[in-house]
């Protein structure tokens, strides 16, 4: 017995684990009379300051947690040098064990416990708190079959503080996510991807990932795609191994959320009951039994081989007759003698009566490999997986597959997928001088992509690479397109068009002027007069109003030019039907001289008295 207490309340009465970061002990809290555990962290770290700081902090954030999936915390503290976690007391073992004792689990119970588990999760990631250390060995089974999660708190503070220490690994790598082994940012998808790790390991009794060393599995978890369960265990439905693959899948955003998950998992736990309402031993997982010498077997869809049955000896005489003599083996051997005559003549002509099954070619593009391996097989097809680069899918995902999507084939045909490895980087080489398809040859086997092709006029042969882009020792990623710019070869020479300039000239402002001066400015620039007309007009006489084209307009030579020329207005005593020369219509000139002024149109002196006026 343990004679020990911490803070004068936890009495410690039994140990009932140890870890690689804390013992677990059984406990009596003697203020509320109860059974708790306790987590004692391991003397090795209580020198580390900043590693104790996040124990407290995380451990406390995770005694907010109240929920039937996670063990509740009671309280957190320090007593002398013993930094201890108080927490509900479940007087059972792990799903670690039971995963053990039992081998692969009955496919109903263990979506049944992965449900469990993700709505514990859900509750803990709508709280802001990742676990970080999801592993069989920290879920707790109950009497009644309910799992519980442990261990919130230390896991999250360890993960933030070192993964190693005097050598030794801190953590499970077998359950660790990617970005958890590369060190980079943890999310609450990285608990959905050690539970997929641990349904999985329910389903086959296996780890998807094994090695030698922790580096060695940690690079397995970052590059390598595990195989599919249904490899080891056929009666997986393909529904629930669908959302092992996509929890296990190497991107966080291809992963459900917890509560996804939860909701996928209810869905393949309700089809499952059906399932076993027609069949109860639909998902039972056989027992391990030798056959002996003498038992009844019955063939059958999920039937179990019975025990073995009792020979009763009959007490009639038993005829001493041989028994090739007898009538009982004449008849067997004329039915031998029948089925392999049948079976000889159906090998040779049962191609010709029976129709070969087709099938139409799945969809598996931008699925993880195993998904896309999956759904190929339960189509009844072969898979043959090569890999390629692409930078613009990630690592593990099907980039293309032959034949496409939607043909028509018969079943067993065999459908390569080409699987992306994700960009490595590269220094781009000179492609400068290569013909266009040496060129292409070159980036396939630097597994580059080509882009687009632009034809540039040069004086290098037609098809030969002038430049490209990216140049020459850029940092490239494999999977990356390269643009080519190629020759069209020299240009056509083209005959050059004789241009015919027309010569122009200015519009001389003759406005104001005299019409015989006007005329000479408008000849004198190689120009002619058009159309003179006449309006009256309080301007001088036979003075120039208006013209067109208006001065300093630019005009072809040889064009005309307009006038409008001013004469007198005509007296208020006469009217237009007496002189139509004198109406106020403007008329065009018939000469270029103009006319002379009658004694009629001489102001007489009374008028230039009348004006004075």
């Excluded at 397995?220 to 599919?228: D, G, L, V």
């Amino acid at each position: 017995m343990i004679q020990r207490v911490l803070s004068g309340r936890y009495e410690l009465e039994e140990k009932i684990g140890s870890g690689g970061m804390a013992e677990v002990y059984r406990a009596h809290d003697r203020l509320l009379a109860r059974p708790v555990a306790i987590k004692i962290l391991h003397e090795a770290y209580r020198s580390d300051r900043e590693f104790i700081e996040r124990f407290h902090r995380e451990a406390k954030s995770a005694a907010r947690l109240s929920h039937p999936n996670i063990v509740s915390i009671y309280d957190v503290g320090v007593s002398g040098v013993d930094h201890y976690i108080v927490m509900e007391y479940v007087q059972s073992s792990t799903l670690k064990k039971k995963i053990q004792d039992e081998g692969p689990l009955d496919i109903l119970t263990a979506t049944q416990i992965a449900k469990d588990i993700a709505n514990g999760l859900t509750h803990a990631h709508a709280n802001n708190i990742v676990h970080c250390d999801i592993k069989p060995h920290n879920i707790l089974m109950t009497d009644d079959g309910r799992a519980k999660i442990t261990d919130f708190g230390i896991a999250r503070a360890v993960t933030e503080s070192t993964l190693t220490y005097g050598g030794s690994v801190i953590g499970s790598v077998h359950y660790f996510s990617p970005e958890q082994a590369r060190g980079g940012a943890i999310t609450p998808k990285s608990d959905v991807y050690s539970l997929g790790i641990v349904l999985y390991e329910m389903l086959t009794n296996r780890l998807p990932f094994t090695g030698d060393n922790p580096v060695a599995i940690a690079m397995k978890h970052i590059e390598e795609e595990p195989i599919s369960p249904s490899r080891y265990r056929p009666q997986i439905p393909p529904m629930l191994e669908a959302i092992v693959c996509r929890a296990m899948s190497k991107s966080p955003e291809i992963r459900p959320s917890s509560f996804e998950l939860v909701q996928e998992l209810s869905n393949v736990e309700a089809a499952l009951s059906m399932a076993i309402k027609s069949d109860p031993d639909a998902t039972q997982v056989l027992p391990r039994q030798e056959i002996p010498s003498r038992r009844v077997v019955r063939q059958g869809m999920g039937a179990q081989t019975p025990p073995e049955e009792e020979v009763k000896v009959s007490e009639e005489p038993v005829d001493t007759k041989p028994f090739y003599k007898s009538k009982a083996f004449i008849a067997l051997m004329a039915l031998v003698l029948m089925v392999g005559f049948g079976v000889g003549i159906f090998g040779a002509f049962g191609k010709v009566w029976s129709t070969e099954e087709t099938v139409t070619v799945p969809e598996v593009k931008g699925k993880q490999l195993a998904l896309a391996r999956q759904i190929l097989e339960d189509n009844k097809l072969r898979v043959n997986v090569a890999e390629t680069y692409d930078a613009n899918v990630p690592a593990g995902q099907v980039v293309s597959q032959d034949p496409e999507v939607g043909k028509t084939v018969k079943s067993d045909r065999l459908v390569t997928i080409y699987v992306s490895k994700g960009g490595e980087s590269i220094d781009m080489p000179d492609l400068a001088g290569l013909t266009k398809s040496a060129a292409v040859e070159r980036l396939q086997k630097l597994g580059l992509n080509l882009g687009s092709v632009y034809e540039k006029e040069s004086s290098s042969e037609p098809g030969t690479v002038l430049s490209h882009d990216p140049t020459t020792g850029t940092k490239i990623i494999r999977g990356q397109v390269v643009d080519l710019i190629v020759s069209r070869g020299e240009p056509e020479k083209k005959v050059e068009e004789v241009k015919v300039t027309k010569k122009v000239t200015r519009v001389p402002n003759v406005v104001n002027a005299g019409l015989s001066t006007a005329e000479s400015g408008i000849e004198g620039r190689g120009l002619h007069v058009g159309s003179v007309t006449y309006e009256d007009s309080t301007q001088t006489e036979g003075t120039i109003i208006s013209q067109y084209p208006s001065p300093d307009s630019e005009v072809e030579l040889g064009s005309s030019v307009d006038l409008v020329v001013a004469r007198r207005p005509v007296p208020s005593t006469s009217t237009p039907s007496d002189d139509p020369q004198r109406s106020n219509e403007p008329t065009t000139r018939e000469s270029n001289f103009p006319e002379i002024p009658t004694q009629s149109d001489v102001p007489s002196r009374e008028d230039e008295q009348e004006k004075r006026r």
